[in-house]
């Protein structure tokens, strides 16, 4: 399992950070930089968003479905990360809380 956390995350040069949620839960708040590409939309049709030369930073609400999409994903040959505790670790980070 390849995770990262969001400090670290933020510290990169120019990552490819996915969001997997829902289009409506982008909508509300996303991390920065962030594109999103809906769970199910990714994983039935992962060869047409992503391709196997770049590293891809995924995330949800917890983390947990975005650990599960990763880890799926690698075994398909795609550089794929996890960020661990998801959009809720982020918001924690800024200080949100809903």
Known sequence: M????IDNLLLLTDPI???IRASYYY???HIKGA???PYYNLLSNYSYYLNKHDNY???CD??????E???RLRKFGYKTTSIEGGYLEYEKLLGKTW
């Open 27 to 29: 909508g509300l708040g």
């Open 69 to 71: 999409i990763a880890d």
């Open 17 to 19: 950070i996915v969001d």
């Open 35 to 37: 594109i999103s590409i």
């Open 62 to 67: 917890s983390g947990d479905q975005s650990r």
């Open 57 to 59: 930073y995924l995330y």
């Open 2 to 5: 390849n995770s990262i956390s």
